[in-house]
């Protein structure tokens, strides 16, 4: 899916800016924000969700194109998710074990008093 999305944005022959295509992202993430602020419902913010990851790939696009690097990109950015991915859940995961523990030191000063 990720390819397709820089298919696209390759073909655009429009001059474009980082920070225009930027601006867009942020844009809708407002879109998206207020779809889940105003309950427009799950359709809605699915298809918002799709905006904001077509928009916010296309900057990274724009900036690989920027330093050259656009033939890269995409295999760049499947290590930055894997990487990023591999820490949200160490992340989690520590939070789990920290949540597991304090429930279970609260419990045992509850048996203690």
């Given at each position: 899916m990720i390819d397709e999305i820089l298919e696209v944005g390759?073909?655009?022959?429009?001059?474009?800016?980082?920070?225009?295509?930027?601006?867009?992202?942020?844009?809708?993430?407002?879109?998206?924000?207020?779809?889940?602020n105003k309950?427009?419902?799950?359709?809605?913010?699915v298809s918002e969700v799709a905006d904001v990851i077509i928009a916010i790939t296309d900057v990274g696009l724009n900036a690989a194109i920027d330093v050259g690097e656009q033939d890269?990109?995409?295999?760049?950015?499947?290590?930055?998710?894997?990487?990023?991915?591999?820490?949200w859940i160490r992340c989690t995961?520590?939070?789990?074990i920290r949540m597991v523990i304090w429930?279970?030191?609260?419990?045992?000063?509850?048996?203690s008093s």
């Open positions: 390759r073909t655009i022959k429009q001059p474009r800016t980082t920070l225009g295509v930027l601006c867009k992202s942020m844009e809708e993430l407002g879109e998206l924000a207020q779809a889940i309950n427009q419902g799950y359709e809605e913010i890269k990109y995409e295999a760049d950015l499947m290590i930055a998710i894997s990487k990023k991915l591999s820490k995961a520590s939070k789990q429930k279970s030191q609260q419990a045992g000063k509850s048996h």
